[in-house]
């Protein structure tokens, strides 16, 4: 069974599809590489491309999107809403099938060394593949944003894993790394006061004492006049989707608020549905290899 | 995206691997089709192979291995303890994925058409592909077996669908049809009274005027000390899984039983699990599509 692993490149274009198009070419008719999503943000002038596909070739067809968007994209006119510090701005390697953590931390090491040394581009390494604690969180790496980010490489603490000590005059710095893929899951309450949700989410996610891979805020739905817990899972497999789910129910309790629902926004892996299911009927020894169309894939 | 079928041959050979081996060959190295499974089964001197494939490509590989079977198997020395019919007993064709229950139909039929004017053997259609309602159960059919079939095609409310009013000298009668894939489903009680599992399953099963797409079964577990209502979930589409879990937790409750845990034996389909987990955790339009190895799939 060949390994999988999905990848999720941040450009700094959100708005000229020509140019999003040519970056996003790289992953088209490719061998051993799907692309999966595009997502373009004008205000943000950001866009997210999802791909999934083998090592070797997911590699070079990143390192090529790379090249492309270095050419295309000056941020010295860059201007949009999200935070950012290159026009790649943030490559997450993602182990989805057959592939294990150290799989996608090596690809990213490799794609770190290529990206610098074929186009100059300083990189950090960030997430799991980070090469000091205080690297790990991206949001640390790229405060100051492209804007700072030539004194800051200038700083010993602040040294890219490969560079000389510049940015790339036109495409900044790039972090590339490895994590386990993001699960967007949210629980609705049947109440429309904020201050619950938050509170709520305040006590199951990581920071507020609760569970180790949850991130989570209140979040209201107008229309709908409820409101609902927002959370990012950053490793389903640790912290499972029902666990977080029924802890949401119990301290809602504490509010005589019920949970009406939940939704996942966007993919998620079929481990995280498997996990439910398995674990709501007590199902025995079930293995996703049991799953029909994951036999398929094989 | 292109349709997915799936094929579970029975062939009337369990015990000689080579016989075995060649009639499977058409299903390997075959472009548009996947050998997922072979069963074989000494006692009941039966194979059962799971494959899937587009339909064009499956068909014919499963016309190419049914002609090796009438060419291998002579049913007129044939002893093993499943009933049987013919060399071939029974092909149901199966929808997978972007495929309907129409799809399997008609490439049930083809195939019928096709198995008939190439080997000369009788076909019965069966399940949703059946000519009249008595045929839609396959024990129906193949009641009489081998040895009594050439009688029994002779009558008029049993000439086969394809046929000339006798059966193949060596290789019987077939039935060929379509069905939704078959969820194999057990849930486990804490107690070892076998009457209590059956007690139960007569309830939630659709002949005790339970579920509809429920076949249920009393089992003891002997090693384990208890039972299990052993159950056939015969359309997950219509009658979910997580239903039949809940009835059986409900009925068991009559008898201070508990339910200890559960199991899917073999392949179940992506979407019976999905739908479970989005029943549990009350997931607002959720689909399959949402699942990461689904969207690498199409």
Redesign the interface.
Known sequence: MNK?I?CVPNFSEGRDTEKIEEIASSFRNCRGV?L?DIQKDGDHNRSVITV?GEPGPLMEAVIAAIGTAVKLIDMNTHKGQHPRMGAVDVIPFIP??NATMEDAIELSKETAKMVWETYRLPVFLYEASASRPERKDLANIRKGQFEGMADKVKTPEWKPDFGDGGIHPTAGVVAIGARM?LVAFNV?LDTDNIEIANAIAKKVRYIGGGLRYCKAMGVELKERRITQVSMNMTNYTQTP??QV?ELVRIEAKRYGVN??????V?????GA??D??AY???????STE????????E
Chains 1, 2 share one sequence.
């Not at 709501?280 to 079930?286: A, I, K, V, W």
């Open positions: 999988i999905e799907k999966l999934v989805i099938r893929p609705n989707l029902y789910f949970v009406v629902g939940s939704e996942i966007g993919l998620v892996p079929m549905i498997v439910t299911a709501y009927m007590g199902l025995e020894n079930f049991q799953v029909l169309e994951a036999r398929i894939m």
